[in-house]
């Protein structure tokens, strides 16, 4: 069943004024500020997301779908998988909380699995591609990504990830050419 125009544009409405909301304030601030954003009532925002994990979960998805088409379209590239990286860490700094609150709160682990086997799913191929083109060790495995993925987590919700994209961007670039830094001739 399809929803109505107006159902559907409510929707996208309270995900794009939650993406700003979090962004602006954190993930915890009161989703009435997200249907005042969004130019609806409370009791919209609570047909289209019973909880704020279902709103996080939402947004992710959406972030998913990015990553995926991103992948697909360096799919050719030797670095795809160091260009997902990039782009998942930056974005984890946009709402450094939006992790937590779908990953690690219990009341939001029933949104986890399905969003937890695609997270998985968009490491698979580009790492495939990316270590038979010699770009990343031969022995990086999808968990090792995510582990990657999990180190600039920590950095993003830490007092070190207070400078925004610029912290996210030396973590990732301390992690992937580590402390001792790349061969000198």
Do not use: C, K
């Given at each position: ?21 979090f962004?602006?304030e ?5 989703l ?18 019973p909880?704020?994990?279902a709103?996080?979960?939402a947004?992710y ?5 990015r ?45 986890l ?16 591609a ?19 993925v ?9 007092p ?10 030396r ?7 580590g ?7």
């Open positions: 069943m399809t929803q109505r125009s107006d159902a559907r544009r409510n929707r996208e409405s309270l995900l794009r004024a939650a993406d700003e909301v962004a602006a954190t993930v915890d601030a009161p009435q500020h997200v249907a005042e954003r969004a130019g609806v009532g409370r009791g919209t925002l609570y047909r289209h997301f909880d704020r994990y709103l996080a979960a947004l998805e959406e972030r998913l779908a990553y995926e088409a991103l992948a697909e379209e360096h799919s050719e590239d030797p670095e795809v998988l160091l260009v997902l990286l990039d782009a998942v860490t930056q974005e984890q700094s946009r709402i450094p909380g939006l992790f937590r609150l779908i990953f690690a709160d219990e009341e939001g682990r029933g949104y699995e399905p969003l937890w086997r695609r997270s998985i799913e968009l490491f698979r191929a580009p790492l495939v990316s270590r038979a083109a010699g770009r990343v060790r031969e022995d990086l495995d999808v968990d090792d990504v995510l582990m990657v999990g180190m600039v987590y920590g950095v993003v919700n830490s070190a990830g207070l400078r925004g994209p610029s912290s996210v961007r973590a990732l670039d301390l992690v992937l050419t402390l001792v830094g790349p061969a000198r001739d």
